[in-house]
C-alpha cells in the first residue's frame, strides 16, 4: 500500500498492447512498479478514465489535441525505443522485471497505446430539481431547537438511536413511473424525502453546503426555523451524457467534467412531470393532516415565468440544480465492437491485456437508485472474477458457487 503518491500512471508494454505495472512519484521520487498478475484501476467515475487517459488509453484524438505524441500499435521500433531506456526489457517477462524508474515519463509526455474513443465519455448523472420546499403547520419535521436536545445527544451517544440516528433528516425514497417509461415495472424517477428544508436550520449550514447565492437565499429567508420537508425528484436513467476531458498532460491537473446535465430533453420533462407530482403528493390528505403547503416564492432568475408553469419548472431546475453524486459510466461495459465502450463483461480493458477497471465507471447503464450499494456488488464481482481467472479460488469458494 502506497500513500500520498503523485503522477500515477499504468505502465503498457506497447510491444504486446499489455500493462506490466505502475509508475508513480512519492516524496520526490520516481518508481515503477511491476505486476506480477495483473493491473486494476479502481479510481472512480473521474479518477479511473482520467489515469487511463494519462496512461496513453483513451480517445486518440482528444490526446492529440493536447499535444500529444503517440506510439500506436504498428509504431516503428525506433519510435519505440525512443520511448523507453531499455526497449528490449520490454519484451522480456514482466515477471523477469526488477523495481526500477527506467520508463517512468515526464509529466509532459502521454504516449497514445490503445486508441478507445469511449474513455472518459458517456457519463451518466443523477441530478434532478432542488429548491422545492413545503411548510407543515404541525411540528413533524426535524427541527434542530427541538430535536437537539441533551436527551437526543445522549441516545444517539448511548445507543445510536433517537432523531439524530435519521442521515441527514432522509426518511423516505420513492421510486415512481413517468409517462416517458418503457416499463411500468421498471420505474424512471426516484424521489428522495427529507423531514428538513433549506432554512430548517436557520441559513448556518445547508445554505453553505449548497453554496446558495445571497440573492437566491434572500428568497427562502421566510423559511427560516419553520417546520416543513423536502422532496429532490431525479430521472434516474437518464439519456443525457457528460464527459471527463483532460485538460492537460499534467497528472496534477485535475480533468474537465462536463455535465452536460438536461441536455437531452427527456431528462428535463421527466423532471418537470416528476415536480407536478410532488405538488400531487402535497395535496394527499394524509399530507394536508400535517397541514403540508409549497413554500411559494420565486427563484431569481425565472420571473418572466408564469409561476409553477412548466416553462417555470425548467427555469427552476436549471437554476437550481440538485446533483446527487451518483455518476457512472466513463468506462463503460460493453463488446469491442461497439467503440463507446472500455471494458469487456470481466472488466478487462478493451485491446489491453492484463488491465482492468472495477469501480462506478464501468457501469453499462447507471442503475435505477443510488449508486453504492451496486459499486460494492462490482468490488466483490471483479474480486470474484480476478480469482477466478488466475485460479486463486479456495475449495471453500468453489464449493460455495456450486
Ligand atoms: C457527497 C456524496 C454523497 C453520496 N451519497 C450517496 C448515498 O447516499 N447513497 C449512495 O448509494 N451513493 C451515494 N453516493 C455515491 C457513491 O458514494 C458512489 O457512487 C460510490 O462511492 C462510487 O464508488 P467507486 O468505487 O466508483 O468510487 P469511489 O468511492 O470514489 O472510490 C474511488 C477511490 O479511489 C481513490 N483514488 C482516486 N484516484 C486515486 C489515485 N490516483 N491513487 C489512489 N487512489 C485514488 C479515491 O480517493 C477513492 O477512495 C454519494 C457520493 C458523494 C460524493
Not at 425514497?173 to 417509461?181: D, K, L, Q, R, T
Request: net charge neutral; proline share 5%; with cysteine.
Amino acid at each position: 500500500m502506497q500513500t500520498n503518491i503523485s503522477k500515477p500512471q499504468v505502465l503498457v508494454d506497447p510491444a504486446h498492447d499489455r500493462a506490466v505495472g505502475v509508475s508513480f512519484r512519492r516524496a520526490g521520487r520516481d518508481y515503477d512498479v511491476l505486476a506480477s498478475k495483473e493491473v486494476i484501476v479502481s479510481a472512480g467515475v473521474v479518477e479511473s478514465p482520467k489515469l487511463l487517459m494519462l496512461s496513453g488509453i483513451g480517445p486518440a484524438d482528444e490526446l492529440r489535441r493536447l499535444g500529444l505524441s503517440t506510439c500506436l500499435k504498428g509504431a516503428t521500433e525506433s519510435k519505440r525505443t525512443k520511448l523507453f531506456d531499455d526497449d528490449a526489457q520490454w519484451t522480456s517477462s514482466p515477471s523477469n522485471f526488477a523495481l526500477t524508474s527506467n520508463y517512468a515519463l515526464t509529466s509532459s509526455q502521454i504516449h497514445v497505446s490503445k486508441d478507445l474513443p469511449g474513455v472518459g465519455k458517456n457519463m451518466r448523472s443523477h441530478v434532478g430539481a432542488g429548491g422545492i420546499y413545503f411548510t407543515t403547520s404541525q411540528p413533524v419535521g426535524m427541527s434542530l431547537f427541538r430535536d437537539l436536545t441533551i436527551r437526543s445527544l445522549a441516545s444517539y451517544a448511548f445507543r445510536g438511536g433517537g432523531q439524530l440516528n435519521s442521515p441527514g433528516g432522509l426518511e423516505g425514497i420513492a421510486f415512481i413511473s413517468s409517462n416517458y417509461s418503457t416499463d411500468p415495472t421498471w420505474p424512471d424517477v426516484e424521489i428522495l424525502f427529507g423531514s428538513t428544508h433549506i432554512a430548517s436550520d436557520g441559513g448556518l449550514v445547508y445554505r453553505r453546503l449548497l453554496n446558495l447565492t445571497e440573492e437566491v437565499w434572500e428568497t427562502y429567508r421566510d423559511l427560516r426555523w419553520r417546520d416543513g420537508f423536502m422532496m429532490l425528484p431525479f430521472p434516474t436513467r437518464p439519456k443525457s451524457r457528460g464527459q471527463i476531458r483532460l485538460r492537460s498532460a499534467n497528472p496534477e491537473e485535475d480533468p474537465e467534467i462536463i455535465g452536460n446535465y438536461f441536455k437531452h430533453p427527456e431528462d428535463m420533462q421527466i423532471t418537470v412531470d416528476a415536480i407536478k407530482f410532488l405538488m400531487k403528493i402535497a395535496e394527499t390528505p394524509a399530507m394536508k393532516e400535517v397541514g403540508a403547503e409549497l413554500y411559494a416564492h420565486t427563484l431569481p432568475g425565472c420571473e418572466q415565468h408564469t409561476r409553477f408553469s412548466d416553462a417555470y419548472w425548467e427555469c427552476h431546475t436549471r437554476h437550481f440544480t440538485y446533483l446527487h453524486w451518483h455518476d457512472s459510466s466513463t468506462c463503460q461495459m460493453g463488446p469491442e465492437y461497439n467503440p463507446e465502450t472500455v471494458v469487456d463483461s470481466r472488466l478487462r480493458v478493451h485491446g489491453i491485456n492484463s488491465l482492468r477497471v472495477a469501480d462506478a465507471s464501468i457501469m453499462p447503464e447507471i442503475v435505477s437508485g443510488d449508486t453504492q450499494a451496486a459499486c460494492i456488488m462490482i468490488g466483490e464481482k471483479a474480486a470474484s472474477m480476478i480469482k477466478e481467472d488466475h485460479q486463486l479460488l479456495t475449495a471453500r469458494s468453489r464449493l460455495l458457487r456450486i
